[in-house]
């Protein structure tokens, strides 16, 4: 059974820096391509980042370039979102999600249950 468990969310100020991650397991992780995603409320869910199975291939929605970074580490079945420079518009419920590099979340086939991040201004 594949499990993506999100850690790390919590309440921030506008300014500040939160490190997701999400712990994989049930999947042969290096084969899979690793996208992070985040919901508003009222509003779809959105593409944030994605990376593939070498870190080869990284990309970043224009909202978030230069201000954030997604990582893995294959040894541990790990993604991370390291989100600096947080502004009260990243407020969203954050998913990690595993499948093919892709900005589209049909192309991802398994997803975790989500973590609250809140900015405050």
């Known amino acids: 059974q594949v499990q993506l468990v999100e850690s790390g969310g919590g309440l921030v100020q506008a300014g500040g820096s939160l490190r997701l991650s999400c712990a994989a397991s049930?999947?042969?992780?290096?084969?899979?391509?690793m996208g992070w995603f985040r919901q508003a409320p009222g509003k779809e869910r959105d593409f944030v980042a994605s990376?593939?199975?070498?870190?080869?291939?990284?990309y970043y929605a224009s909202s978030v370039k230069g201000r954030f970074t997604i990582s893995r580490d294959n040894a541990k079945n790990t993604v991370s979102l390291q989100m600096n420079s947080l502004k009260p518009e990243d407020t969203a419920v954050y998913y990690c999600?595993?499948?093919?590099?892709?900005?589209?979340?049909?192309?991802?086939?398994?997803w975790g249950q989500g973590t609250q991040v809140t900015v405050s201004s």
């Open positions: 049930g999947l042969t992780f290096s084969s899979y391509a």
């Open positions: 999600a595993a499948g093919s590099t892709s900005t589209m979340m049909s192309r991802y086939n398994y």
């Open positions: 990376i593939n199975w070498d870190a080869g291939r990284i």
